[in-house]
């Protein structure tokens, strides 16, 4: 592929390896011991009737809002590894979802990343999120590739943390 028209892609890219040092270096806990959260998940109802259930953590009226998503077999409970005392130094915002059929969002009966898609974009517009970092820990890999190819004016930057693909 040529480089014609790829407009702020550089500036996805610088964004986007910036992100992933940040994530990597200073937000996640080390080592790793997470707080229990007395937390209940928060829920959005999407245009079809199902609930998709996320926590939020760090500042609410923050500069930056991060959507975060869990690896597999996991949840919105993964966004407790990132230390609110740098989340609130930051002035960062986590937005951490169930994928429906995780935790307590209620499955979509044909999911795929097209249908992930649109998920998240529900779930920022009720939000009122306009634009949003993603980072990725290990199989959501696919689906914030997803998000980002669907959804380029509003993802300002990606971080794959271990992502695990399949082959194709």
Do not use: C, W
């Amino acid at each position: 592929g040529g480089r014609g028209g790829s407009g702020g892609l550089g500036l996805k890219l610088a964004v986007s390896a910036a992100l992933s040092a940040v994530l990597i270096g200073v937000l996640l806990k080390a080592p790793l011991q997470p707080e229990v959260s007395t937390q209940t998940a928060t829920s959005v109802k999407l245009s079809d009737g199902r609930n998709l259930s996320y926590l939020e953590y760090g500042e609410p009226d923050s500069q930056y809002t991060l959507l975060y998503l869990h690896g597999a077999a996991s949840s919105r409970l993964e966004g407790m590894l990132f230390d609110p005392e740098v989340l609130r130094r930051n002035s960062m915002r986590v937005i951490s979802p169930d994928r429906p059929g995780f935790g307590e969002s209620t499955p979509h009966p044909s999911r795929n990343l097209t249908t992930f898609v649109g998920d998240m974009e529900e779930l920022a517009g009720q939000l009122g999120l306009q634009r949003v970092l993603v980072a990725a820990r290990g199989a959501a890999a696919p689906y914030a590739a997803a998000l980002v190819a669907e959804s380029p004016d509003r993802v300002q930057g990606l971080a794959f943390l271990s992502p695990a693909v399949s082959p194709a």
